[in-house]
Structure formats: structure tokens, C-alpha cells
């Protein structure tokens, strides 16, 4: 792997550092505003390319700021379904950013919403033992550009808008809490990316003081826990984190941000057989959630390969829906294969390391939507 890069990236600084950074360097600070208006409006891909300022301006652009765009790697899936982009960044590392196109179910046909699943982190520390992203480990955060670059090169590399962000890539946002922040601003500014505050989701496992200081954050932005157990004793087998924040802890934080922000928080309830998706764990739920009057999202769980986990049959999955809505819970279940490929993100990447050789060689019967394993059927 090559050395970090020095420069910063050009899609890691916000409009005022920006004035700062070119007043410093003998600049007016309206230029900012114009540079930006090269990154994010048009897009382009170089300094050379905005062509009303001034040379000796482009010049410092280009000693102290780099476009580091994300090489993609792979791409599955079709035009008309889920997407998966896999993607190098500069260092070598991989991560994976997920599209979603509007379900008709949901939205309506003529729904243009489009989500892009974000990851935060190479890896992932927390060790969930359900999940794909933590089972090599954490190897670094991602730099605020590289957050912000995925919508980017997702955009450029379909010729599609994204209207929504779902941080449930892989990588835990709340542990890269100081780059998260600065690519939220990015992304939510007018003269950033411009997506609604409303339109973006965070999803965290549970890092409590930090939930606390994104609900003193003054951006709008939704808050989602993946919960997966609602009594101590079934969170901890499956999540270690529930260790040093336990669901007591957790839930104070979550009404804390509840409060402040004046908003309900999602909770995200994985249905895996015979762990947590007993009628006593749904009993527990709606008390859990009706606690702090959160909505609940059950993902029936996703295969991964290696784990031995299963997910429960439809029927059973009926059942655990029927407890939440007699319990008065606001409860939806996601059945659609994309939102199974988004919620098990860090798949493609493992399939793609080069210690996993092996699994790799599958990927040719993956291009058309996935292996069984990796749409979830
Ligand atoms: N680290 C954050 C953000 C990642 S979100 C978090 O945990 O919230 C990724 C979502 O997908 C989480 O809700 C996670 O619990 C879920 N997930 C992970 N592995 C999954 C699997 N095999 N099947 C279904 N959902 C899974
Ligand atoms: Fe990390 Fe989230 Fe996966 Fe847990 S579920 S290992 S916190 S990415």
C-alpha cells in the first residue's frame, strides 16, 4: 500500500475554512464561494478546469488540495434495481457504497427518490456477531472527502441524483464522529451537495455519549439504532458493544436525543432464528420502543458467509410483526432484496480482499443481482 496522500482533499473543507485558507494565501475570500461552485455544482474533476479564476489562484488550489476520486472497482446489480459499487480508495483500501431506487410499494412508481448507502470506516471495530463489515476488523476511518466522494462518484458513475443518505455502510459513523460531522455539513450545505438534513440517516450500534453529542449537533439529521435485542441479555451475545453501553445507558441517550431534536428514532431489529425473534423478545421490544416512542424497522437477517446464523421462515417473522402491532408499536418489516443487500453491507468487499480468494472466484455469478447469499433470497 502507498503512503497516505498529503494533500487534503478538496472535498473535505467547508465554504468558511476554504475563505479562511484562501485569504491566508492572498486570495479574496469570495473565491471560495466560486471554487465550490466548480466542485459541487459542475462538478468538475480538476483545478485546471475552472476557468474564470485567476492562474496564481488555480496554482494554490493544486499545491494544497487534491480531487481524490474513488476508483470503482466493481459494480453489480442492473439499472433498475439496487447497486452495488465497490470502491479503491487511494491508500488501496476497499469500501462499498450501496444505491437504492425507490420501491414502489412504498413511493409509488413515479417516486425519483434515491438512496445511497454510505460507508464510514475500512472495517469495522465493534465485532457484531452478525455482521460482514467487523469480521477483518477495523483498519482506519475515512477521511470526511472520502465520505462525501461516495455520493459523488455515485452520481457521476450512474447519472442519478441522490435524494436520500443512509449511513449503513460499513464502518460504525459515530466512532468517526469529527469526519462524519464535517461531510454532513458538506453534504447538507447549499453550496456543499444540498441533500435535506430530513433526507439523511445516521444508524449507529449504540455509542451512547456520542448519540448525546450529535443530538446537541443542530443539523436535523435522523437518528437510527441498531438494536437487535432489547433486553441485555440477548443484545450482549450478539453485539459486544452492549458491554460498555448497556441498554439502560443506551436508552437514556436515545430519549436525550429524541428531545432535543424532536424527533422519533428508528430502531433496526435484525430477525435471527431462535436469538432474538421469540415472542418474549417482541414483548420485550414494544416495551423497549414504546419507552422512548421509537418506530421500529425489522430486516429479517441476511446470510453471511461463515456465520452460522439463520434467518426465521415468513411465518415466524409474521408473528414477531403481530406482538409489535398489538403492543401499539409503529412497526415496518423490509422484504425487498435491496434493502437486504443494504443492510448487509461489507459483503462485496469480503468477497473482493484477496484473502478471500476463494469466495471471490463466485463474483462472475454474481454481476446479474448478487449471489443467493448476497441478494439474500
Ligand atoms: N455500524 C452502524 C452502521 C452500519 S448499519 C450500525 O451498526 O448501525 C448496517 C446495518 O445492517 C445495521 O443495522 C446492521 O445491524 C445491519 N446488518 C449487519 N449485518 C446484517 C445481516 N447479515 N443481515 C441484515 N442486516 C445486517
Ligand atoms: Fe460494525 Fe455496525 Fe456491523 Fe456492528 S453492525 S460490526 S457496528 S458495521
Not at 26 to 54: C, I, S
Not at 163 to 192: C, D, K, Q, R, Y
Not at 235 to 249: F, S, W
Not at 351 to 374: C, H, I, R, W, Y
Request: aromatic share 6%.
Amino acid at each position: 500500500m502507498s503512503a497516505a496522500p498529503l494533500k487534503e482533499s478538496i472535498h473535505a473543507i467547508s465554504l468558511e475554512r476554504l475563505r479562511t485558507r484562501l485569504k491566508e494565501a492572498g486570495h479574496p475570500g469570495y473565491r471560495a464561494e466560486q471554487v465550490l461552485e466548480w466542485v459541487y455544482q459542475k462538478r468538475v474533476a480538476g483545478f485546471d478546469q475552472m476557468t474564470n479564476l485567476p492562474a496564481a489562484l488555480r496554482a494554490t488550489l493544486a499545491q494544497e488540495f487534491a480531487f481524490h476520486a474513488l476508483d470503482p472497482v466493481r459494480v453489480l446489480g442492473a439499472e433498475d434495481t439496487t447497486r452495488k459499487y465497490l470502491f479503491r480508495l487511494a491508500d488501496g483500501a476497499l469500501i462499498e457504497s450501496v444505491l437504492i431506487p425507490a420501491s414502489p410499494a412504498l413511493y409509488g412508481e413515479a417516486s425519483d427518490r434515491r438512496t445511497l448507502c454510505v460507508s464510514t470506516q475500512v472495517g469495522c471495530a465493534y465485532g457484531c456477531k452478525f455482521c460482514a463489515s467487523g469480521l477483518d476488523g477495523w483498519s482506519r476511518n475515512l477521511g470526511a472527502g472520502e465520505i462525501v466522494g461516495q455520493i459523488l462518484r455515485v452520481e457521476a458513475l450512474s447519472g442519478e441524483r441522490i435524494s436520500n443518505l443512509v449511513f449503513m455502510g460499513m464502518g460504525e459513523p459515530l466512532a468517526n464522529f469529527a469526519n462524519l460531522t464535517a461531510a454532513l455539513e458538506i453534504l447538507n450545505s447549499p453550496w456543499g451537495v444540498g441533500i435535506g438534513a430530513r433526507r439523511i440517516t445516521i444508524s449507529t450500534s449504540g455509542l451512547a455519549p456520542q448519540i448525546r453529542m450529535l443530538a446537541d449537533n443542530p443539523m436535523q439529521v435522523r437518528l437510527a439504532i441498531s438494536l437487535h435485542g432489547a433486553t441485555n441479555e440477548v443484545r450482549q451475545q450478539i453485539m459486544p458493544v452492549n458491554r460498555k453501553y448497556p441498554l439502560e445507558t443506551l436508552l437514556e441517550a436515545c430519549a436525550y436525543h429524541a428531545e432535543r431534536k424532536k424527533q422519533r428514532i428508528t430502531f433496526e431489529y435484525i430477525l435471527i432464528e431462535n436469538v432474538n425473534d421469540r415472542e418474549e423478545d417482541a414483548v420485550a421490544l414494544v416495551k423497549v420502543a414504546s419507552k422512548i416512542k421509537a418506530k421500529v424497522n425489522c430486516i429479517p437477517y441476511n446470510s453471511v458467509e461463515g456465520l452460522e446464523w439463520n434467518r426465521p421462515d415468513e411465518a415466524r417473522q409474521d408473528d414477531f410483526m403481530a406482538v409489535l402491532e398489538r403492543g401499539g408499536v409503529s412497526a415496518t418489516i423490509r422484504r425487498e432484496k435491496g434493502h437486504d443487500i443494504a443492510a448487509a453491507c461489507g459483503q462485496l468487499r469480503r468477497q473482493t480482499l484477496p484473502s478471500n480468494a476463494v469466495a471471490d472466484l463466485g463474483f462472475a455469478e454474481a454481476q446479474g443481482m448478487g449471489s443467493a447469499k448476497d441478494a439474500g433470497s
